[in-house]
């Protein structure tokens, strides 16, 4: 994607071909902040400190960080050690232990000599898989968007989205925000209704940030407000990501989605999940009862950080000394109330179904051959 026309990822190697350069997010929406990991701990704080985050992206900087750790020792138990390691950082996103497998996948039984260069190989691999997955949703969910601006005889198509699904939670493109860029590039006017996404802000801090320099027109809003909106005919569509879906199609993702999906039902609002693959646990069915639901440092709910007037970054209290918080990270949205999961494979219905017919390979069936 662009920042101001410069294009830019979320996660590189970096010029000495080993070290791993990203994006530090926690600077956003304020300073443009570029960090260098060296080691397994530095990839184990930046995933847990939320340096990285997002599914897809917190899946490659897993992987990155399997690399960075057998650069400096490359035994089976350092490769034991660093996926331990790692998936302990986040509980809930199911990219992370993906990546995980996939990399002890590539490396575990080859000689030590090629364990690093086959680290490196799978790693970048997870990566541009990443962006080509991405890249499909985005042609897939752009003809959701022209069917919207066809509706409205060309006229601007608003679209509500929540937290950050954009390119900052990939490696690149963005899921939810995938087929915005696609509408946007292509010339399809829309604006995008950004909640500020509480208590972190991603959505205030980051969505709006990688969407105007990029140049889509965007309007941050509190987070109660998009119900007001749909009320009164201001967003046409709905588009979130995903942090973890069943394979019966519940959704888990940032607190609140859920909110939003029951007023987007209301009001007859198409209310669309940006679905990659590796986000898809096949292992699971019922999303309410089985997803681990992460709960983070209450002080996220009772401070806030923001721009000082003098330029620096501070973080002052917002709740009375010695108040009680509770600050539940996600909830699970049940696939009755999904219009439809945008994939890399097709717009599909929320259901066992249609996701087993798109994905065989990952419930033990064989994928259709397009051949005779």
Not at 207 to 231: F, K, R, S, Y
Not at 287 to 300: K, N, V, Y
Not at 333 to 361: H, K, M, Q, S, Y
Request: charged share 20%; glycine share 8%; aromatic share 4%.
């Amino acid at each position: 994607m662009r920042v101001d026309g410069k294009p830019m990822r979320t996660i590189w190697l970096e010029a000495d071909g080993w070290s791993v350069g990203v994006i530090d997010q926690t600077q956003l929406p304020h300073h443009l902040v570029l960090k260098r990991l060296t080691s397994l701990d530095d990839a184990a704080h930046a995933i847990r400190t939320m340096v990285v985050r997002g599914a897809p992206l917190i899946g490659a900087a897993a992987a990155f960080g399997v690399c960075l750790a057998l650069h400096a020792d490359a035994s089976d138990e350092a490769l034991e050690h660093a996926c331990e390691t790692l998936a302990a950082t986040r509980p809930t996103a199911v990219n992370l232990r993906w990546a995980l497998d996939q990399m002890a996948a590539a490396v575990r039984n080859r000689p030590r000599a090629e364990r690093v260069a086959a680290a490196y190989a799978r790693a970048r691999d997870i990566a541009e898989e990443d962006v080509a997955i991405n890249a499909a949703m985005g042609r897939h969910g752009l003809a959701l968007i022209e069917a919207a601006a066809s509706r409205k005889n060309g006229g601007r198509v608003d679209i509500l989205t929540h937290c950050n699904a954009g390119w900052l939670a990939t490696v690149d493109i963005g899921t939810a925000t995938a087929p915005i860029y696609a509408a946007h590039d292509k010339g399809i006017p829309v604006h995008v209704y950004v909640d500020e996404t509480r208590p972190r802000n991603q959505g205030a801090a980051l969505t709006a940030w990688e969407l105007a320099h990029h140049g889509v027109p965007c309007t941050v809003i509190v987070d109660n407000a998009g119900g007001h909106l749909m009320q009164h005919g201001k967003v046409d569509l709905a588009i979130v990501g995903a942090d973890r879906a069943t394979a019966q199609g519940d959704v888990c993702n940032k607190i609140g989605t859920y909110l939003k999906a029951l007023a987007a039902r209301d009001n007859g609002v198409p209310f669309y999940v940006a679905l990659p693959s590796p986000t898809i646990d096949f292992a699971i069915s019922d999303g309410l009862a089985e997803i681990p639901i992460e709960e983070r440092s209450p002080e996220e709910v009772t401070k806030v950080t923001g721009l000082a007037p003098d330029g620096r970054i501070e973080t002052v209290e917002i709740t009375p000394h010695g108040a009680s918080a509770a600050n539940y990270g996600f909830d699970v949205t049940p696939a009755r109330l999904i219009t439809a999961l945008i994939t890399e494979r097709g717009v599909l219905a929320p259901n066992r179904d249609a996701l087993a017919a798109a994905f065989p390979e990952r419930t033990g069936k064989q994928r259709p051959s397009n051949g005779s």
